[in-house]
């Protein structure tokens, strides 16, 4: 479909579901129970299965962390009372007293050593959390509240990557299989929420935990309720069948905020929507000549090839004309504000006549075929971006043989697989710099250590790897954040992967319920509660 006939197909949804859209109601009921409307579902319960946002903003109600981050993104106590480094390579930290479970069981160092243990065994992540906890070499009990962590190396955000770990109960997981997490046998954390109940695909139940040590949520009861497509997740918010729903199409921003009944909460984001590019291996799966034959060589592996697919996409055209300004143009991880931020790395211009001189250069003046991969339900408008991007590639040379899209569950597998050659992704940091993310995204894939976790394309660049290493050992933090800045500067410049915007996301809410936007766009029960 075409981006012209989903706006219209989007358009007619909305208005022929409109017609009997009654206000919504307040009063007693809105302080005793919350519905949210969810974009994705989570592909696991089991908290440690996943890193990415689906997993991990549903876990977050159930499952608490060593760990948790204020709204700059900067680590402050969650599970963990408080915490030191000792030497270089060891840390000592100390645990919350009088945490306990939902089943009534106390929290203790053990849950915190198995926890991160049982990483190691978790098989088949598209986003493993391998490496938040790749530099511990040894991990002790001083006591029932205290464990002492020696690293490998010396690691001066040890906590921020270990601590970003959810914590689980041994007692209520070990031996689980993955029917307990669906049946929520094993769904028992310390977190803000209990289980109450899961329908795949459908939604999630969660009652308040009165026990919780922190601040108490103010809805005793939340459902998360998945939603895929973007117009019947706000059609379902308008006929009242929904409180807050998240990623609001940028298209249907101005019907909402023409309702007085509702309000639109926005915040610029930490994700980076960006293109992976298959440049590891000589022969790409979805790597054509003109005609439609597999190519023996893959150009990808030539940066002059990928700078040129940089410089035939229009950012701007896209952020202003598909995401009706809901976006900044990008050129690197982290936007400005976040240490590691290279202030001279600025988005790819436009210039189609560069490109094809590039493309020359390269052997490749005729151009090659190649097919454009994407989710349909994470990101707003991710199908049409892919759709304009064959387009612009079209028009500079390169022979788009499809764009393809699947459903984000099915296609984050597919792409930790390697399946696809040129495909759309995000990355939402969660730190308050850029070295999580770039080690995630653009260091070379290690299994064992955890590095490039998230480098679904296996790009891999030795010079990247060691200014990156010496950053992640570096301690003081303007040393550091100069050494990370340096670091995206040699990944960027080399076009290991091909950044086109950072996301504005929008959620909308009845008038009645104040929420607070995270720039980590987290859709939390916790963060809703009456308006005064």
């Known amino acids: 479909m075409s981006c012209r006939r989903t706006a219209a197909f989007i358009a007619a949804t909305v208005a022929g579901m409109l017609v009997a859209v009654a206000a919504p109601e307040s009063g007693g009921a809105l302080a005793q129970s919350i519905r949210l409307g969810l974009s994705s579902e989570p592909s696991s319960l089991d908290p440690q299965f996943s890193r990415t946002g689906n997993n991990q903003v549903v876990a977050d109600h159930i499952f608490d962390r060593l760990v948790h981050v204020d709204a700059n993104?900067?680590?402050?106590?969650?599970?963990?009372?408080?915490?030191?480094?000792?030497?270089?390579?060891?840390?000592?930290?100390?645990?919350?007293?009088?945490?306990?479970?939902?089943?009534?069981?106390?929290?203790?160092?053990?849950?915190?050593?198995?926890?991160?243990?049982?990483?190691?065994?978790?098989?088949?992540?598209?986003?493993?959390?391998?490496?938040?906890?790749g530099a511990i070499a040894k991990v002790e009990i001083v006591d029932p509240m205290t464990v002492r962590f020696t690293t490998k190396r010396p690691t001066p955000q040890f906590m921020e990557q270990a601590g970003r770990v959810h914590i689980v109960s041994k007692a209520a997981i070990d031996g689980a299989k993955a029917e307990d997490f669906s049946s929520g046998k094993a769904v028992v954390g310390t977190g803000p929420y209990r289980f109450a109940g899961f329908v795949q695909g459908q939604s999630l139940t969660l009652t308040r935990n009165e026990a919780y040590w922190g601040e108490k949520p103010a809805y005793a009861q939340a459902t998360l309720r998945f939603v895929s497509n973007d117009a019947s997740r706000v059609v379902a918010l308008l006929a009242g069948e929904l409180d807050v729903v998240d990623q609001v199409p940028p298209a249907m921003l101005d019907r909402v905020r023409a309702d007085p009944n509702y309000t639109v909460h926005s915040i610029g984001s930490l994700r980076i929507v960006y293109f992976g590019v298959d440049s590891a291996r000589d022969k790409s799966p979805f790597v054509t000549d003109l005609d439609g034959k597999p190519l023996e060589t893959n150009p990808l592996r030539d940066p002059r090839v990928r700078?040129?697919?940089?410089?035939?996409?229009?950012?701007?055209?896209?952020?202003?004309?598909?995401?009706?300004?809901?976006?900044?143009?990008?050129?690197?991880?982290?936007?400005?504000?976040?240490?590691?931020?290279?202030?001279?790395?600025?988005?790819?211009?436009?210039?189609?006549?560069?490109?094809?001189?590039?493309?020359a250069e390269a052997g490749w003046e005729k151009g090659f075929g190649l097919t454009v991969h994407a989710s349909s339900d994470r990101i707003p408008r991710e199908?049409?971006?892919?759709?304009?991007?064959?387009?612009?590639?079209?028009?500079?040379?390169?022979?788009?043989?499809?764009?393809?899209?699947?459903?984000?569950?099915?296609?984050?597998t597919a792409a930790g697989k390697q399946e696809f050659s040129f495909f759309l992704f995000s990355f939402g940091t969660?730190?308050?710099?850029?070295?999580?993310?770039?080690?995630?995204v653009l260091a070379t894939f290690d299994k064992d250590t955890g590095r490039g976790a998230f480098n679904r394309a296996r790009y891999s660049n030795p010079a990247f790897d060691a200014v990156?290493?010496?950053?992640?050992?570096?301690?003081?933090?303007t040393k550091r954040?100069?050494?990370?800045?340096?670091?995206?500067?040699?990944?960027?410049?080399?076009?290991?992967?091909?950044?086109?915007?950072?996301?504005?996301?929008?959620?909308?809410?009845r008038k009645d319920i104040a929420f607070t936007p995270s720039r980590t766009e987290d859709t939390f029960a916790m963060a809703a509660r009456p308006a005064k």
């Open 73 to 133: 993104n900067q680590p402050i106590p969650g599970l963990a009372a408080s915490w030191r480094s000792v030497d270089p390579l060891t840390w000592v930290v100390t645990l919350r007293p009088g945490v306990t479970f939902h089943d009534g069981k106390p929290f203790t160092a053990e849950d915190v050593v198995y926890s991160l243990d049982r990483i190691r065994t978790i098989t088949g992540s598209p986003a493993p959390f391998t490496q938040n906890i």
């Open 307 to 359: 700078l040129a697919l940089s410089k035939l996409i229009n950012r701007k055209a896209i952020v202003e004309r598909l995401l009706a300004g809901s976006g900044e143009p990008a050129g690197q991880l982290v936007p400005e504000g976040l240490g590691g931020f290279a202030p001279d790395l600025k988005p790819v211009e436009f210039d189609p006549e560069g490109a094809k001189k590039l493309l």
């Open 383 to 412: 199908t049409e971006v892919a759709q304009a991007v064959g387009q612009m590639l079209n028009r500079g040379g390169i022979k788009v043989n499809g764009v393809v899209t699947q459903p984000y569950a099915t296609y984050a």
């Open 430 to 440: 969660t730190t308050a710099d850029a070295a999580g993310g770039i080690t995630a």
């Open 468 to 477: 990156l290493t010496k950053a992640l050992e570096e301690f003081d933090p």
């Open 481 to 509: 954040n100069a050494l990370l800045a340096d670091a995206q500067r040699i990944a960027f410049r080399d076009n290991g992967i091909i950044p086109l915007y950072w996301q504005v996301v929008h959620w909308a809410g």
